[in-house]
């Protein structure tokens, strides 16, 4: 049994992202992920085939990275130990920040190494938490402060 026809309940998800998007436009993040792993040969004697690459080249971590918007809200403080909703009894000792973004920014988020905002780098403590009113649009992070 729903409360809503179709036309209502797209006109509230449409409300709800709207709002999103304004509150997070606020918020730009930046998402820091593993590249790819990239050998520079630098010797003629180099075959792939043999794998002799080991002694004739170097490796190159190549970082990418991408900006994405998000709503963020400081947690409280005065808490020692929280649980990381997502988790299975995952704990930290003072998570700083909860964000939740749109499919757009878990698709940065989750393959992440490091998120950057207010000029402080933050690791992702929790697995992405799917959530929304009448769909499930949104999905919630908890970051804490690499110190």
């Known amino acids: 049994m729903t409360y809503f026809n ?4 797209a ?7 709207e709002m999103h998007n304004y509150f997070a436009s606020k918020n730009v993040f930046h998402a820091i992920k593993r590249g790819t792993i990239t050998s ?10 043999y794998k002799n690459s080991i002694q004739n080249s170097t490796k190159v971590e190549t970082e990418t990275s991408g900006l994405f918007l998000a709503r963020a809200y400081y947690l409280d403080k005065g808490t020692e ?9 995952a704990v930290s000792s003072n998570p ?7 499919i757009t920014g878990n698709g940065f988020l989750k393959d992440a190494k490091d998120v950057y905002w207010d000029d402080k780098f933050y690791d992702i403590i929790s697995a992405p938490r799917k959530h ?5 649009n949104f999905y919630n992070y908890y970051l804490e402060e690499v110190k």
Not at 81 to 89: A, C, R, T, V
């Open 11 to 17: 006109a509230i998800n449409s409300g709800i992202l």
């Open 40 to 49: 520079i040969t630098e010797s003629n004697n180099h075959n792939a085939f």
């Open 132 to 136: 929304g009113l009448l769909q499930n």
């Open 81 to 89: 130990f929280k649980e990381i909703e997502g988790d299975q009894g």
């Open 6 to 9: 179709a036309n209502q309940e």
């Open 96 to 102: 700083k920040i909860k964000l939740i973004t749109d």
